[in-house]
């Protein structure tokens, strides 16, 4: 019977259920309903106006006063966080947070003065609910301290080249009563990765703590010498063993990264080698190189300054990404460089580096890269054009500079000390003689040791730490902050080992799978069918930058669930991956995909991520915990068929998703869970024996042409899971549900077109 037949009481089920997933601090108070107006809410140019209004006037005031008087700097002690009201306008609304704000910057170029003397300033801004265009954290910054436009027009032509940026804006802001134009600019945090389709994972900026007086009497670059990197999202590192592991792995690289850096100074104060960024990764090398070749370009080499830098470590890759940040870009226009590449240290830069960027800027459509601005009018075609054109000149002119200069020297061989780790130890005991240096070891039986030395007696001491402590040691680099102790930092072990693995290429290296040693892996060329069989609990495999046209993927595990012996807290394996078979970066065209009996302890049997195309038929049977999970992809799936999961049959998260035909049963949780912006759809969906049916939620909008859903405890559930997103629109044409327990919170909707 469908819902029509119901419909009195199953609206009155509907009404009284209507507030039950709503978490006050999770959601801002608006004065609409989110889900109406979920695509201009997440767009930065819907904001008419930000109002802040810092409950403690007098003391914000004094303090502001205090930062602009000391002679310097602007001194950590003046970035007291502050309680604050934020209200955001929209033309159809306003919603008010509550949040805390701080002083943003280094320079006094962060605070000015307007007409009547009144202060305007740069603020960093942390929402405790809700969001604006999807930032929990943002900066509001006096533009000029960014050069305004070119900022904003910068940050998007990254973006729009694959690159992380932040997204950049002008907003009109008042603060206090005091109102100003700034930019409002995203923070390097999960919001920034999940906008540019990337997981979460490590990320890492190189480390101000004794830079710019912010350490004991030292002035601004005297401790430039010991100034290394730091991780900046220490509760990814504390969330698991396996994620503790892993932010060591990229701890230590990027640590030996800088150690050669400060052992070149003060002959060189730019380059960081990115073959170790790269982890010797081809692509990634060329990313890199892509990526500082467009700064030079751009004039905003100010980003490349090592203690500028920001870093995302892609576990899927193994290697560290740029993050842009603060580059200053002087002129986009023109063909002046003022701050050009020191060419004796770019050893690995090739001549088709360059000519590949000028191929990408080339192939943007530069009428879709206005259209697609955050910030609406701000450039026309023309300005455009010119733009793109100069800055291909200008990389045109590093090219031929570059060429020259391997030509004469072409004989010559620049060599950084190869004993940079000794270097930088005697660096440190000229500076602080009792100074501690913290190692991170972890022993045969997966306990994690933090030896300390004290540097000028060499005298060491080792004691066990837990996996939780190892963010806080990599985001502080110290045990302690206390000023008047001695020094202590935070090293790499001089040998680190690396996850062993194997790698399997077919069909001339048109599919490419990375595994655990203990994996068996086979495909038949005529059948062009493709055989994993893991062998262990912690075994795992990887298909990355694969075509997979008319490949018949068949998955299984040859242990049972009895020798699953060790229980995990993590959402990881040892690798960093969170599927017993993950697919990245590839396209599928009549796909078969077929997993059975997969008993292991990563969260998803399978785990598709940032892929495309159309898989054919796919089954899952027997899984851990997740059966199927698709993050940042474009996919359609004729025959979905899913069995026994213990924990949710199918997520689908940030993209788009087209099903015809889904049989999922025995879900222990949820049978489709599908949120974080997705647009999704479905011709006929059945479900038996679930604990919820649908879940839509964080901003996702949902299509199901017909739906049986037996033997769940709740029908479909709409509502908001995360702050930074907001509420869900999931339609029926007809749903058939034995319980008719139909959940949303007052942000969401569930809309039932034939009644």
């Known amino acids: 019977m469908y819902f029509q037949e119901k419909y009195t009481k199953f609206f009155l089920i509907i009404f009284f259920f209507s507030s039950i997933n709503l978490d006050a601090n999770i959601s801002a108070s608006c004065d609409f309903n989110s889900s109406d107006f979920l695509e201009e809410l997440s767009k930065l140019k819907n904001i008419q106006k930000i109002e802040i209004n810092i409950q403690k006037n007098k003391k914000w005031t004094k303090n502001l006063m205090k930062a602009t008087l000391n002679d310097g700097p602007i001194f950590p002690e003046y970035k007291k966080k502050f309680d604050a009201e934020i209200k955001t306008y929209y033309q159809f609304g306003s919603c008010v947070h509550n949040g805390r704000v701080r002083l943003h910057g280094d320079w006094k170029d962060h605070i000015d003065f307007i007409e009547g003397g009144k202060f305007v300033q740069s603020l960093d801004?942390?929402?405790?609910?809700?969001?604006?265009?999807?930032?929990?954290?943002?900066?509001?910054?006096?533009?000029?301290?960014?050069?305004?436009?070119?900022?904003?027009?910068?940050?998007?032509?990254?973006?729009?080249?694959?690159?992380?940026?932040?997204?950049?804006?002008?907003?009109?802001?008042?603060?206090?009563?005091?109102?100003?134009?700034?930019?409002?600019?995203?923070?390097?945090?999960?919001?920034?990765?999940?906008?540019?389709?990337?997981?979460?994972?490590?990320?890492?900026?190189?480390?101000?703590?004794?830079l710019f007086r912010n350490y004991r009497d030292f002035r601004h670059y005297d401790l430039i010498d010991i100034s290394l990197s730091k991780m900046t999202n220490k509760q990814w590192a504390q969330s698991s063993f396996e994620a503790a592991r892993i932010s060591l792995k990229a701890f230590s690289l990027l640590q030996k990264v800088y150690l050669n850096y400060v052992a070149?100074?003060?002959?060189?104060?730019?380059?960081?080698?990115?073959?170790?960024?790269?982890?010797?990764?081809?692509?990634?090398?060329?990313?890199?190189?892509?990526?500082?070749?467009?700064?030079?370009?751009?004039?905003?080499?100010?980003?490349?300054?090592?203690?500028?830098?920001?870093?995302?470590?892609?576990v899927f890759n193994s290697s560290f990404e740029p993050i842009y940040w603060d580059g200053e870009p002087r002129s986009l226009t023109g063909e002046w460089i003022r701050i050009k590449p020191e060419y004796k240290f770019?050893?690995?830069?090739?001549?088709?580096?360059?000519?590949?960027?000028?191929?990408?800027?080339?192939?943007?459509?530069?009428?879709?890269?206005?259209?697609?601005?955050?910030?609406?009018?701000?450039?026309?075609?023309?300005?455009?054009?010119?733009?793109?054109?100069?800055?291909?000149?200008?990389?045109?002119?590093?090219?031929?500079?570059?060429?020259?200069?391997?030509?004469?020297?072409?004989?010559?061989?620049?060599?950084?000390?190869?004993?940079?780790?000794?270097?930088?130890?005697?660096?440190?005991?000229?500076?602080?003689?009792?100074?501690?240096?913290?190692?991170?070891?972890?022993?045969?039986?997966?306990?994690?040791?933090?030896?300390?030395?004290?540097?000028?007696?060499?005298?060491?001491?080792?004691?066990?730490?837990?996996?939780?402590?190892?963010g806080e040691i990599l985001e502080t680099k110290s045990l302690n902050t206390d000023h008047s102790k001695p020094l202590v930092l935070a090293l790499p072990k001089k040998q680190f080992v690396t996850s062993d693995h194997?790698?399997?290429?077919?069909?001339?290296?048109?599919?490419?799978?990375?595994?655990?040693?203990?994996?068996?892996?086979?495909?038949?060329?005529?059948?062009?069918?493709?055989?994993?069989?893991?062998?262990?609990?912690?075994?795992?495999?990887?298909?990355?930058?694969?075509?997979?046209?008319?490949?018949?993927?068949?998955?299984?595990?040859?242990?049972?669930?009895?020798?699953?012996?060790?229980?995990?807290?993590?959402?990881?394996?040892?690798r960093g991956l969170s599927g017993c078979l993950s697919i990245y970066n590839s396209?599928?065209?009549?796909?078969?995909?077929?997993?059975?009996?997969?008993?292991?302890?990563?969260?998803?049997?399978?785990?598709?991520?940032?892929?495309?195309?159309?898989?054919?038929?796919?089954?899952?049977?027997?899984?851990?915990?997740?059966?199927?999970?698709i993050d940042f992809s474009n996919i359609y799936i004729n025959l979905l068929t899913i069995s026994k999961a213990e924990n949710d049959c199918v997520d689908f998260s940030k993209g788009n998703y087209s099903l015809?035909?889904?049989?999922?049963?025995?879900?222990?949780?949820?049978?489709?869970?599908?949120?974080?912006?997705?647009?999704?759809?479905?011709?006929?969906?059945?479900?038996?024996?679930?604990?919820?049916?649908?879940?839509?939620?964080?901003?996702?909008?949902?299509?199901?042409?017909?739906?049986?859903?037996?033997?769940?405890?709740?029908?479909?559930?709409?509502?908001?899971?995360?702050?930074?997103?907001?509420?869900s629109v999931i339609s029926f044409n007809k749903l058939q549900c034995d319980t008719l327990l139909i959940r949303s919170d007052p942000n969401s909707r569930v809309v039932f077109n034939e009644l």
């Open 587 to 629: 396209n599928f065209n009549e796909t078969v995909i077929t997993a059975n009996n997969s008993f292991h302890r990563c969260e998803d049997t399978v785990n598709i991520v940032n892929s495309n195309g159309t898989i054919s038929s796919m089954e899952v049977n027997g899984s851990f915990a997740d059966a199927l999970d």
């Open 125 to 210: 801004v942390s929402l405790s609910n809700g969001s604006i265009a999807n930032f929990v954290k943002f900066k509001l910054l006096i533009p000029e301290t960014r050069n305004g436009k070119n900022e904003i027009i910068l940050t998007h032509l990254l973006r729009s080249l694959d690159f992380i940026a932040p997204r950049t804006s002008f907003v009109e802001v008042a603060v206090n009563g005091v109102a100003t134009n700034m930019l409002i600019q995203e923070k390097d945090e999960k919001e920034l990765l999940e906008g540019m389709r990337l997981k979460e994972g490590p990320l890492f900026e190189g480390d101000e703590s004794f």
């Open 660 to 727: 015809d035909t889904v049989f999922l049963t025995n879900c222990g949780d949820k049978a489709i869970s599908i949120g974080e912006q997705s647009e999704f759809s479905a011709n006929f969906v059945n479900v038996e024996r679930s604990k919820i049916g649908f879940a839509s939620k964080d901003s996702s909008i949902s299509s199901i042409n017909q739906s049986v859903i037996q033997s769940t405890e709740t029908c479909v559930d709409a509502y908001q899971k995360k702050q930074e997103f907001f509420g």
């Open 346 to 470: 770019y050893t690995i830069l090739e001549e088709h580096h360059f000519d590949e960027l000028i191929k990408m800027i080339d192939l943007i459509d530069e009428e879709q890269f206005i259209l697609s601005l955050d910030e609406e009018k701000i450039i026309d075609i023309k300005a455009t054009k010119r733009i793109f054109h100069d800055l291909s000149a200008k990389i045109k002119i590093l090219k031929h500079e570059f060429l020259l200069h391997k030509s004469i020297e072409i004989s010559k061989k620049h060599n950084i000390k190869s004993n940079f780790y000794e270097t930088f130890k005697d660096k440190l005991i000229s500076l602080f003689p009792s100074s501690i240096i913290l190692e991170i070891e972890e022993d045969k039986s997966n306990e994690f040791h933090a030896v300390k030395c004290v540097i000028e007696t060499n005298f060491c001491r080792k004691e066990p730490i837990s996996y939780q402590e190892i």
């Open 502 to 574: 194997q790698e399997k290429l077919f069909l001339n290296e048109n599919i490419k799978i990375q595994s655990s040693q203990d994996a068996i892996i086979s495909f038949n060329d005529e059948s062009k069918k493709l055989d994993i069989q893991l062998s262990s609990q912690d075994s795992w495999a990887m298909i990355y930058d694969s075509n997979l046209d008319n490949i018949n993927i068949n998955f299984s595990t040859n242990f049972k669930k009895k020798d699953y012996l060790t229980q995990s807290n993590s959402r990881i394996n040892p």
């Open 264 to 314: 070149a100074l003060p002959d060189n104060d730019l380059y960081l080698k990115w073959d170790l960024l790269a982890a010797k990764n081809t692509n990634a090398i060329s990313k890199w190189a892509h990526y500082e070749i467009l700064l030079f370009a751009a004039q905003a080499s100010h980003a490349l300054l090592p203690h500028n830098r920001k870093f995302y470590f892609n």
